[in-house]
């Protein structure tokens, strides 16, 4: 076989071959085999025991699966039951008091009552806070620390991974959040600075490296993600102390991992930090790599991210290549970018994905295999660069195919003006037309849109797809379920009414299976918090709407009530932001297409004579680009697509935008600019902290800060809502205050959203009479 032109430059004998090695492995299962257990478990249908056989099979099968696909060291630790931050926090006992009896007495239902919150037995126990990871998707509970917290080592968990992995006789290594951004994740509940911690905690950490050490493991990974953030002095100055302290213990070698940016101007600390190894990202930054070869010292390992872990797009093998020679001898390992939780397990499972996209695509498991090519031809082996070959043309076929293109939708996205983007009247004028349209009380109360997705909706689903029952009968189905959600909001006195969105299976993914230039998977499950996953639609080509997404729904509820029916979308940011996106053109690009498709939709819904249009961005906040340097840019662009979508209807027509999960203080003015008459934004389980950003910044427009935690089982009383809306009232004036949950209600049950939305219609009533 005659050698590529492409490749002639691979050294042709004995050249080193680096190892492959990856940050982390999805755990929630191919099949969602975890999210079962844990249901059945909550649910009280199953032991203990049965969850953590579930468990353990998991990872055994994970560790082999990474194997197989080529993997040379796998890590262990980064398996969890909820969430690796919580199993940090529980691994050093920090603890909250509240939840300090529980954890002792039962340290399972402890640990589920600090991920979920607990009202049972005797028990009223709130939920940590829930944040985002980083710029992802993903969800991590928020370490609580007491001034005066102490830390004492719980090394159970990791010790016994670090045991069942040897015993397979894997060459494991153990996964470890490190202290700086351990702490720096997490918060005090005096509000002080978690890092002053940092000198009890230390003694922990270097107390469990010895215990590993001596377990078995050659190297322990340290993740440090925050070493990609813009760090304060101090902050760069406890790293220093942070490693300066566990070099002193008895440590196996250490792996520093960082993901999801450039070290920037962190590369000077990094090269300073006593380590023996560094994990790099060179998918989001590859321009970094000269700058640590410069900086890094000779004696440093380094592990090299040159596959997406972040995307499904198969990599640019080619550039791969290039990369890691450029390294030569000092890329010991090549790995995915980042923890590979953010892509689906396996793309074998995938049936309905047309051919053709498949071939251009990648999951966790097929992107270790393409490391072990990458690996293979960088160490001489002729077969593998072929295989390289074979990939770069099914990922230039990606760049040049047809169905990436169309030249409508370009033509539509150049012509755009800037008044398309602004409302006809400012606030104050349009306020008094929508008042007197709609006629509501003050303190009006709504939700957020979706009630809860029950078995049954599910299944209805399910049944409809799988060709069990037709459309009309799915349809009647769906009909009766929001005459009932109806019935059940008017019977509740709510004044703000929405549909139930019970035909959606998911606020993103529904809005995918509608526009042109998404594809959408079976199997390509991505774990959002918990046991709650998502399934990304693959945006792959230029995006525009072929007909009404969500008129005939809209048009049906407002047809069964007097009361105002929400119409409800979801923006073009949250759209971008929960997909996986093509790479072949700037996300502002293509978030603008989204937009203008759903301009169109607003448009439709406004002629429909649908009075409120909601337009959810709960992903506006997680979008941020990590770095301050780049927020401007970003929030340029995501701003003019939120109004570039929701802009274009009249001064009666009510526009609402909806936000939750993430902190809101930093960009709070351009969330304001979005012009939008009414935002709900998830303030409860912060108890609402948020609002210092509003009052400081004196936010114009309605507002609805959340009064109850949906994320939780348990339902807060009336008094509890009226103490958190007395709380807005000292900083939002009386008019401007809407009352509603934090976020939809899709995840809970009818019980509880009936408690917990009576009390919020009751706490509602009380201030009204209190005020009046
Ligand atoms: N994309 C996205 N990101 C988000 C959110 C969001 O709503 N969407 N919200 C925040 C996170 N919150 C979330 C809240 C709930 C769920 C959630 O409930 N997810 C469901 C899946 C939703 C879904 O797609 N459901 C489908 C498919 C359900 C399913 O499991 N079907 C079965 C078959 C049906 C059956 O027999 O039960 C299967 O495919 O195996 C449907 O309803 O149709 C779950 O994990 O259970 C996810 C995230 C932030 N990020
Ligand atoms: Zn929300």
Request: glycine letters at 6%.
């Amino acid at each position: 076989m005659q050698q590529s032109q492409s490749h002639s430059h691979f050294p042709s004998t004995d050249a080193a071959r680096p190892l492959v090695t990856h940050l982390g492995f999805p755990r929630i299962g191919a099949r969602r085999e975890l999210k079962q257990a844990l249901e059945a478990f909550w649910s009280g249908e199953t032991s203990a025991g049965a969850l953590q056989d579930t468990a353990s099979a998991l990872r055994q099968r994970h560790w082999q699966l990474a194997r197989e696909a080529g993997a040379d060291v796998v890590p262990c630790n980064d398996f969890t039951l909820y969430d690796h931050v919580l199993d940090t926090a529980v691994l050093f006992d920090a603890i909250p008091p509240s939840h300090r009896a529980l954890c002792e007495a039962d340290p399972l239902a402890g640990y589920f009552a600090l991920a979920r919150g607990l009202q049972r037995d005797g028990h009223d126990l709130r939920a940590l806070e829930m944040t985002k990871w980083f710029d992802t998707n993903y969800h991590y509970l928020v370490p609580e620390f007491a001034a005066d917290q102490t830390f004492t080592l719980r090394a159970g968990k990791p010790l016994a991974e670090l045991a069942h992995a040897r015993a397979l006789g894997l060459e494991a290594r153990p996964v470890l959040l490190g202290p700086v951004s351990f702490l720096k994740l997490g918060k005090r509940s005096d509000g002080g600075c978690p890092l002053e911690l940092l000198d009890a905690l230390l003694p922990a950490y270097a107390q469990l490296l010895e215990q590993l050490r001596r377990a078995g493991a050659p190297w322990v990974q340290i993740d440090e993600p925050c070493l990609v953030l813009d760090l304060t002095p101090q902050e760069q100055a406890a790293y220093r102390r942070a490693f300066a302290a566990l070099a002193q213990a008895d440590a196996p070698q250490l792996l520093l991992a960082t993901y999801f940016g450039a070290l920037g101007d962190n590369t000077a600390l990094v090269a300073s930090l006593p380590v023996q190894g560094l994990h790099v990202d060179l998918v989001r930054a590859p321009g970094q790599l000269e700058t640590v070869l410069a900086a890094v010292p000779e004696r440093v390992a380094l592990s090299l991210g040159v596959v997406d872990g972040r995307n499904i797009w198969r990599a640019d093998l080619d550039a791969a290549v290039e990369l890691v020679k450029r390294a030569g001898a000092r890329a010991r390992w090549i790995a995915p970018s980042c923890s590979l939780l953010h892509v689906p397990v396996d793309l074998q499972l995938e049936r309905k994905l047309p051919d053709r996209l498949r071939g251009w695509m990648a999951y966790a498991r097929q992107k270790l295999e393409e490391l072990r090519v990458l690996a293979d031809a960088l160490g001489g082996d002729e077969a593998a660069r072929e295989a390289l070959d074979i990939a770069g043309r099914a990922r230039v076929a990606r760049l040049l195919s047809p169905m990436l293109r169309n030249p409508r939708v370009r033509e539509r996205v150049e012509a755009v003006t800037p008044d398309q983007s602004r409302r006809l009247s400012p606030y104050p004028q349009r306020a008094p037309l929508q008042a007197q349209r709609l006629q509501l009380p003050t303190f009006p109360t709504t939700t957020i849109g979706s009630f809860p997705q029950t078995g049954a909706v599910r299944q209805a689903r399910a049944d409809h797809r799988a060709g069990r029952i037709d459309d009309g009968a799915y349809r009647a189905f769906l009909e009766a379920e929001t005459d009932r959600c109806l019935l059940e909001q008017e019977a509740l006195g709510l004044d703000v009414l929405v549909h139930g969105e019970f035909e959606r299976n998911d606020m993103v993914e529904y809005f995918g299976e509608q526009l042109e230039g998404f594809a959408f998977t079976g199997h390509g499950w991505v774990q959002s918090y918990g046991s709650r996953c998502v399934k990304p639609p693959v945006l792959f080509g230029d995006v525009w709407r072929p007909a009404d997404m969500t008129v005939a729904w809209a048009r049906y509820a407002q047809s069964r009530t007097r009361k105002p029916v929400k119409g409800m979308l979801t923006g073009p940011v949250t759209i971008l932001q929960w997909s996986f996106v093509r790479d072949d053109q700037s996300r502002a690009q293509t978030c603008r297409q989204i937009a203008l498709a759903l301009r169109e939709e607003v448009l439709a819904l406004e002629a429909a004579g649908v009075g409120i249009i909601q337009i959810d961005e709960p992903a506006l906040r997680e979008g941020l680009p990590l770095r301050r340097g780049d927020w401007a840019a970003y929030l340029d662009w995501a701003g003019e697509c939120f109004r570039l979508a929701a802009n274009g209807v009249g001064d009666a027509t009510q526009i609402h935008t909806h936000m939750c999960y993430a902190q809101f203080n930093d960009i709070i003015e351009s969330v304001a600019q979005l012009d939008a008459d009414v935002i709900s934004i998830e303030t409860s389980r912060s108890r609402m902290e948020l609002l210092d950003a509003f009052a400081r910044y004196r936010y114009p427009n309605g507002i609805g800060p959340g009064v109850y935690d949906i994320h939780s089982p348990r339902v807060p009383c009336a008094q509890e809502m009226r103490e958190l809306l007395d709380k807005a009232l000292d900083v939002v004036p009386s008019m401007q205050l809407w009352v509603n949950p934090d976020c939809g209600l899709k995840t809970r049950g009818w019980p509880e959203v009936r408690d917990a939305l009576r009390a919020m219609v009751q706490a509602a009533q009380g201030l009204r009479e209190a005020v009046a």
